[in-house]
């Protein structure tokens, strides 16, 4: 071989191999990796920011990289573009996904909403292409309009390489990106946010059920997702309402599903235990009321959300045991939910009423219209036992808030 040839052989070698060396490696592969751990509070109405830790360290949005597919599909039905009730071809691209997933196959066909539902509840992986193709036409060009979208959120970081969040060593983001996301789907699409609520959905005769298991146990909180592959470890976007007020707390790069749960749990606590601020208070959120004559199914569940203050049961017997031994009314109410009908709220009070039992002595129940709803009220309690009435009823994992009376 002539001497230049075998130069230029040689210096395209000495290339090929630095170009390896330097390409960016799946997290999983480099030794020693541990997942980033991240966390950030941020206040949903202001964008303030209220903790952060490693906030803007790069890494695996895992399976909140579906929140964008939802958001992406989220504004295509208020374009008209999509219809809930359309049907969408499964391609084989699609059904080749690996689980999380609702195991559909080529050829058959999925309506937008129950692609929605598959989303928020099983994570379905193959749902995502599914409805990543209907609006990209493949997922490597959706993938690049969830990107563009990003930043144009202000999610500056952020990179998707799919619609799922399935393990690619180019996709990235960061806690606070999450957070700017979860913000933007609260506050520009409220007529879908009901969706992130659900815990289960039907299909084909079946039950499939949540990962987010925070949410039925954690009072106020309604949506919003869970993610984890092994580099990123276990991720949880989620937010909360009590006292009208909102707050969304991110955490990346949890070791286990509970010590995430815990972790989101006790940055919401914290959030919700600061004073909002006397020169711009928090605005009231309105109770959520999904009615049967609703467009959704989502919309046609009959949960309602209610917001609910943190609070420590008391422990004190003159804070519990003396309220019940001489119930001698009082200045404070407690509310229970609010509901479409007069009829469904006075049942919730007084079911809330033998629930209590002692506690609720000399209470009464009372229902509000308020904006053409019921609200489902128990009056005539002292502070200290509404303080108790509503904490016996978060610990049952039951809706409920003290209200003074004025």
């Not at 007084?350 to 219209?369: C, E, F, H, Q």
């Amino acid at each position: 071989m002539p001497l230049l040839a075998r130069a230029s052989t040689l210096l395209l070698l000495s290339l090929t191999v630095l170009a390896v060396l330097l390409a960016p490696l799946p997290a999983s592969a480099k030794k020693g990796w541990t997942p980033v751990a991240a966390e950030i509070l941020m206040d949903a109405d202001s964008g303030k920011v209220l903790r952060a830790r490693n906030a803007d360290r790069l890494t695996y949005p895992a399976s909140l990289t579906k929140m964008m597919t939802l958001m992406l599909t989220f504004e295509a039905l208020d374009r008209g573009t999509l219809r809930l009730n359309q049907r969408l071809v499964v391609s084989r691209h699609a059904a080749s996904m690996p689980p999380s997933r609702l195991w559909l196959a080529p050829g058959s066909t999925i309506t937008v909403e129950q692609a929605i539902l598959a989303l928020v509840t099983r994570s379905a992986n193959d749902v995502a292409v599914v409805l990543g193709e209907a609006l990209g036409g493949s997922e490597t060009a959706f993938a690049k309009k969830m990107t563009a979208r990003a930043h144009r959120l202000g999610m500056r970081h952020t990179v998707f390489r799919n619609a799922s969040g399935l393990p690619d060593r180019l996709q990235r983001t960061t806690a606070r990106d999450m957070a700017t996301l979860s913000r933007a789907l609260i506050r520009r699409h409220g007529k879908h946010y009901a969706y992130f609520k659900r815990r289960s959905f039907d299909w084909q005769g079946d039950t499939v059920y949540g990962h987010n298991r925070l949410m039925a146990r954690y009072p106020g909180m309604d949506g919003i997702k869970t993610g984890y592959i092994a580099a990123s470890g276990f991720n949880l976007a989620a937010s909360a309402v009590r006292d009208g007020r909102r707050l969304i707390a991110v955490v990346m790069g949890g070791h286990s599903a509970d010590a995430r749960d815990t972790q989101v749990a006790d940055l919401l606590d914290a959030g919700f235990k600061r004073p909002t601020s006397p020169s711009k208070p928090a605005p009231v959120q309105p109770d959520l009321v999904i009615t049967k004559n609703s467009a959704s199914t989502a919309e046609r569940s009959t949960a309602v959300s209610v917001a609910v203050p943190s609070m420590k049961p008391a422990t004190t017997k003159s804070a519990t045991t003396k309220s019940i031994a001489k119930p001698d009314g009082g200045s404070w109410s407690i509310q229970v939910g609010a509901f479409a009908s007069h009829a469904a709220a006075m049942r919730s009070a007084r079911d809330t009423a033998k629930r209590l039992g002692p506690l609720a002595a000399g209470a009464s129940p009372a229902i509000v219209r308020s904006g053409g709803l019921y609200k489902a009220r128990l009056t005539g309690f002292p502070a200290a036992t509404a303080d108790a009435a509503c904490s016996a009823l978060k610990t049952a994992g039951r809706g409920c808030f003290p209200l003074q009376s004025r």
